[in-house]
């Protein structure tokens, strides 16, 4: 069994930054692709962008410029810095991890953190 764990979320004035942290626990051989998504209210859940385990990340235009995906293979942790923050970044956020079981290839989901970013 996976477990991640999300933490991080909280209540931040427009401008402001937030750093969301994933750690992935349990057992498995590796974890591999670290993605981070988010579902704004009403709305559909979509990318935020995502880091291999060699550290190439790619992210969505929404957010490119303001926000880092980093992570730490030792602690199998990816981060997720916010940064100028506004009011249409207000969601939940949750990471997807791919992991390595030493047969397949399985994908689990966080349970989400909620962003929300006051103007």
């Known amino acids: 069994q996976v477990q991640l764990v999300e933490s991080g979320g909280g209540l931040v004035q427009a401008g402001g930054s937030l750093r969301l942290s994933c750690a992935a626990s349990?057992?498995?051989?590796?974890?591999?692709?670290m993605a981070w998504y988010r579902q704004p209210p009403g709305k559909q859940r979509e990318s935020v962008g995502r880091?291999?385990?060699?550290?190439?990340?790619v992210y969505e235009d929404s957010v490119k410029g303001r926000f880092a995906i980093s992570r730490d293979n030792a602690r199998n942790t990816a981060y997720l810095q916010m940064n100028n923050l506004e009011s249409e970044d207000t969601a939940v956020y949750s990471c997807n991890v791919a992991v390595w079981n030493g047969r397949n290839w399985r994908y689990y989901w966080g349970q989400g953190t909620q962003v929300t970013v006051s103007s």
């Open positions: 880091i291999t385990d060699d550290g190439n990340t």
């Open positions: 349990g057992t498995f051989v590796r974890v591999n692709t």
